[in-house]
């Protein structure tokens, strides 16, 4: 159990350390960089917890391809002056403020709701096949219906980003 | 030291949401927003896998699955939505599109 403490919280630093140099840094490129290693991290919390193809599927496709896509805008619109600009907006304070102040409610809700997250235990299911398999048989068979409207949205997606980004169609 | 439960992700998705939207809301630049967008899907998907593994079931990773479908879609359209604009404006600061600001 102590192997996983350790785990858990290795990926949890590399998690919140990337997503806070992804906010604060100046250069797009070195928030890109940043986001990954917070992905990786999210990546690892989900192996940790048996998620092992939703690891798969966040390597290859955030990292492999929402990253990628970022990286090639940022070279495509360029941000060598944007980066001597000003970084924050004008009503960063008020904005920090209120984050900051559903942070303390949050914080609130933990500490007075500590007893309901006694969840009761679960004993867990027999394995019989891996986590592939299992997602393969419910999404394919209660989640047939969501699955196909999912693809739907992608087509929808490809064509609009292809008619915004095109100069003349 | 205590056991890792369902608290410590929960408190960890927590986190990751709060700082996500201290970007959205803080940053000028839209591509950095648009990264923020994509932290705040990733804490939710931290929250659904953490409740999936606590019960056995694979509903939660499904629907993870589902918002990394939504997530990708999103990020497509909106850089194909910041290069037109980048295209007429030649800015990706948000606050200097106020065309529609009274």
Not at chain 1, 13 to 40: D, F, K, Q, W
Not at chain 1, 52 to 78: H, K, S, T
Not at chain 1, 113 to 130: H, I, R, Y
């Amino acid at each position: 159990m102590l192997i996983d403490a350790v785990f858990f919280y290795a990926f949890a630093l590399l998690t919140l350390g990337g997503a806070i140099l992804t906010i604060t840094r100046r250069n797009a490129v070195h928030s890109a960089i940043s986001l990954i290693v917070s992905l990786l991290g999210v990546a690892g919390l989900y192996l940790l917890q048996h998620a092992e193809f939703l690891f798969a599927v966040q390597i290859v496709l955030y990292v492999g391809g929402i990253m990628v896509l970022f990286l090639f805008v940022i070279m495509l619109v360029n941000l060598d002056q944007m980066a001597r600009e000003r970084q924050f907006n004008r009503g960063w304070m008020v904005g920090l403020a209120a984050v900051v102040a559903v942070g303390v409610e949050i914080g609130y809700f933990f500490y007075r709701g500590q007893d309901s997250f006694k969840l009761p235990e679960v004993a867990p299911p027999p394995v019989s096949l891996g986590n592939t398999e299992v997602l393969a048989d419910v999404l394919f068979g209660q989640y047939l219906l969501p699955f196909e409207i999912a693809s739907i949205l992608l087509l929808v997606a490809v064509v609009g980003s292809v008619v915004m980004a095109k100069k003349r169609i | 030291m205590h056991p890792i439960t369902e608290v410590h992700y929960l408190a960890l998705s927590a986190a990751l949401l709060l700082i996500g939207t201290i970007g959205v809301l803080t940053r000028r630049n839209i591509v950095i927003i648009l990264m923020s967008i994509e932290l705040i899907l990733n804490a939710v998907n931290i929250n659904l896998v953490a409740f999936s593994h606590h019960w056995g079931q694979t509903n939660g990773q499904i629907f993870a699955i589902f918002v990394i479908v939504d997530a990708v879609a999103e990020a497509a359209v909106g850089l194909g939505i910041l290069i037109a604009l980048f295209r007429n404006k030649e800015t990706v600061l948000a606050d200097e599109i106020d065309l529609l600001k009274w």
